[in-house]
């Protein structure tokens, strides 16, 4: 049986082989792809070739938002069987550390997550995964929606870390991706006024017909000064910040209400400098941050599946499987048009 692949060969560099078939052991499943999102990593990782220490050693398998149909089970699995449609979340961890047994497994330090080096991702025809870690999504999902389950989740746990709900005025600053599932998540959540910074135009259009009440185009006007003055100097209850650099951080500051909350969640630098104590002192803010998530596949599936999120809303660009190679060197060039890529099997 083949299992056509696509190798991240050097930067910005793909080409199409044949991997091996993957083996399955007797928890895990084996999963035909269906559907791979191109996450904003990828895009890191194929055009840089790190993030942080995660270094990529070539060649190199990109892709960690993905759905598709199990075609085997494990000799131990007795919740999943062939034929059923699924999405895996991404990172399995080790199970006996400290950090998983407590309850936060998102942050074991030996987690094999797909895509960061040095552990190969989904663009493969073929994968074998835990069946853990391997979710059922109902027939009125598509695979795309179950490949974005991924980021959700993400949107989820920085909506959940930072306490939003009914009644609340939530400012996101970043509309790609994260941005506008975090955006989603607070809708979902109950915020009454969500206010998205961006500076670029099309994504803020796409915050704005996911329900933003009022975007912000941050290359022209200041983000925090805006939020003020929509809220009549009070200030957002929630800040997040989905862009991750030392002039973000600091107009969340600014902008979160006295004894309000910011979450950090985009990594788009590597340090933040110049982080406003003064200003954190003197609102008395609570500043969080978080990385992925924890038990929220179900929640997202959910959502989705009952209509009360449109995840697949956010989908600019999509592409073929054979198309892979352009649609990350699209989705690297295109930047002020591709809101979301999707690759579709």
């Known amino acids: 049986m083949s299992n056509k692949t696509f190798y991240l060969t050097a930067l910005e560099q793909m080409e199409e082989r044949e991997a091996p078939m993957p083996v399955i052991g007797p928890d895990d499943v084996m999963i035909k792809i269906r559907s791979v999102g191109v996450c904003g990593s990828d895009l890191h990782y194929y055009s840089k070739g790190s993030i942080g220490d995660f270094v990529v050693e070539f060649p190199f398998i990109l892709g960690h938002e993905a759905a598709g149909v199990i075609t085997e089970v494990g000799a131990n699995v007795t919740t999943l069987k062939p034929g059923d449609r699924v999405c895996m979340e991404p990172g399995v961890p080790c199970m006996k550390c400290e950090e998983c047994l407590t309850g936060n497994y998102n942050l074991c330090k030996d987690v094999r997550f797909w895509a960061t080096p040095p552990y190969d991702g989904t663009l493969s025809e073929y994968v074998a995964h835990p069946a853990a870690f391997t979710f059922k999504i109902p027939d009125n999902m598509s695979f795309t929606e179950g490949a974005l389950v991924e980021p959700l989740a993400i949107g989820l746990h920085a909506c959940n870390t930072g306490g939003v709900k009914l009644g609340h005025t939530v400012a996101i600053v970043g509309a790609g991706c994260i941005g506008l599932v975090t955006l989603l998540a607070a809708k979902a ?72 909350m910011v979450v950090i969640v985009g990594m788009g630098a590597d340090r933040v400098d110049g982080f406003n104590t003064s200003i954190m002192s ?64």
């Not at 006024?193 to 200041?222: F, Q, S």
């Not at 009070?234 to 973000?248: L, M, S």
């Not at 992925?292 to 660009?317: D, E, F, K």
């Open 189 to 260: 959540y109950g915020a009454t006024r969500i206010i998205v910074g961006d500076v670029l135009e099309k994504r803020l259009n796409k915050a704005k017909e996911l329900g933003a009440e009022t975007v912000v185009n941050t290359a022209e006007e200041d983000f925090a000064k805006k939020v003020l003055e929509l809220t009549g100097g009070r200030g957002a209850d929630v800040c997040i910040d989905c862009a991750g650099f030392t002039p973000t951080v600091d107009a969340c500051l600014t902008a979160a209400k006295p004894a309000g």
């Open 282 to 345: 003197t609102k008395e803010l609570t500043v969080k941050s978080i990385f992925r998530y924890r038990n929220l596949y179900p929640t997202a599936i959910n959502a989705i599946a009952s209509g009360l999120i449109n995840v697949g809303a956010i989908v600019s660009h999509r592409f073929t499987f054979d198309d892979t190679i352009n649609a990350f060197a699209t989705c690297t060039k295109d930047i002020k048009n591709v809101v979301k890529g999707v690759i579709e099997y």
